[in-house]
């Protein structure tokens, strides 16, 4: 490559942006990142919350050995987790932190404000007002702009959920010891919903959770086999110890293979809304989880939400002082306000969900989309951290290729 080849842009700098940064820079590929490192993670998760996932199935994706979870532990003098113990959201960042500092030290906080696409070039304004082109963009934003809120609430909040409103998104919020001594109303069934409850209520808030259908939850790690019984293979998925989850993290490279409309019902229904096992003790028995309760609609009464929800045929008010929605993210590129309107006519949807080539390459030459913009390709893995190895190495290659 000659001194004239435009860097490869990489828009976010969380696990996805870091990692796939990573590995373009590992194959020689001259690339410039633009975001605030790890920031969905440190800004909109609260304290307190740990991931889902496992220890080993936390690490970010870099393109030699040395920069996984453990390794950072071992690098800042802590204990590495192992097996089954969780990942809390604090480590987590402040292992991101690390991964950048090592291996992407010229990250650039500069925010995208402007993208647009013309003659073959992509052409970027950032916050600070410089302008560039290049010729290939990996948007990394992660869930940036798709926070979904139901319909069904945006009378009481008609101008969007916020944190100081009565209505809010579950993403909204750092710090949840502000509702202590305040009722609240969680909507949804998730991780997020459930683990948000938890938090609350050991906040000093009063909480209750309100489920469409009915709260699950994940199964507990499993005694070791013994005996004859432990030379029989076992299902080694990070997304989940059992056959059914494993062809997700195992045969990503071939989900786009799959008709449309198979992805989209899988994407959706596997690995839906279930609670952490070890969550479990948490909430069963502390915070009133209400399952088969839907909100039929909400309104504002003076400084309250007055809730009105169905359940077994009837329908019932419930007055609480704020309305918490973990209803968790839906895509929708319209929502990312520096993608240029002509750029996002440009990119061919499924759904609502940019349409990729197996290299992650959307219907614009040039611009790739990775994390959960890619799940409707590539399936539920794309959710998780663990999917960044797999996403890390396909578009790195294929823009190494194109770069050749």
């Not at 702009?145 to 993403?171: C, K, R, T, Y």
């Not at 080694?236 to 198979?262: E, K």
Request: charged share 20%; proline share 7%; with cysteine.
């Amino acid at each position: 490559m000659t001194g004239t080849v435009k860097p490869t842009v990489v828009i976010g700098a969380g696990p996805y942006g870091l990692s796939v940064a990573a590995h373009l820079r590992g194959r020689g590929v001259p690339v410039r990142v633009f975001g605030d490192v790890m920031s969905s993670w440190r800004r909109h998760m609260p304290v307190g919350m740990c991931l889902k996932s496992a220890p080993d199935a936390s690490d970010l994706s870099a393109p030699t050995p040395g920069y996984g979870l453990a390794d950072f532990s071992a690098a800042s003098g802590t204990q590495p987790l192992t097996g089954h113990q969780v990942v809390p959201i604090e480590m987590f960042v402040r292992y991101g932190q690390w991964f950048q500092q090592q291996l992407l030290p010229d990250v650039e906080s500069e925010q995208v404000n402007h993208l647009d696409h013309a003659a073959g070039r992509f052409h970027l304004t950032l916050s600070s007002g410089e302008e560039l082109e290049t010729g290939t963009v990996v948007m990394a934003s992660g869930l940036n702009g798709f926070a979904h809120v139901p319909a069904e609430l945006a009378a009481a909040a008609p101008d969007g959920p916020a944190p100081d409103g009565l209505v809010s998104h579950s993403s909204q919020h750092r710090d949840l010891t502000r509702f202590r001594g305040r009722e609240i109303a969680v909507i949804g069934a998730g991780q997020s919903a459930l683990e948000t409850g938890a938090l609350l209520h050991e906040a000093g808030a009063g909480v209750r959770v309100l489920v469409r259908s009915q709260a699950r939850w994940g199964l507990p790690p499993k005694e070791p086999r013994s005996g004859v019984l432990s030379l029989l293979p076992e299902p080694n998925s990070p997304l989940g110890p059992t056959w059914r989850i494993y062809p997700f993290s195992h045969a990503t490279g071939l989900f786009p293979y799959l008709p449309a409309d198979t992805r989209l019902k899988l994407v959706k229904r596997v690995l839906g809304p279930l609670g952490a096992w070890w969550l479990k003790d948490r909430v069963v028995g502390k915070v009133p989880v209400l399952d088969g309760h839907r909100v039929v609609r909400a309104r504002r009464e003076g400084d309250k939400v007055l809730l009105t929800v169905a359940s077994a045929g009837q329908t019932h008010d419930l007055v609480v002082d704020h309305v918490l929605a973990a209803t968790g993210y839906r895509v929708d590129l319209s929502r990312l306000g520096f993608l240029s309107p002509e750029l996002r006519g440009k990119v061919r949807c499924l759904a609502g969900w940019p349409d990729l080539s197996t290299s992650f390459e959307s219907s614009v030459p040039g611009l790739y989309f990775t994390s959960l913009t890619a799940a409707a390709t590539f399936g539920p893995v794309m959710r998780f951290v663990c999917g960044t190895k797999f996403t890390a190495r396909r578009v790195s290659g294929a823009v190494a290729a194109k770069a050749a």
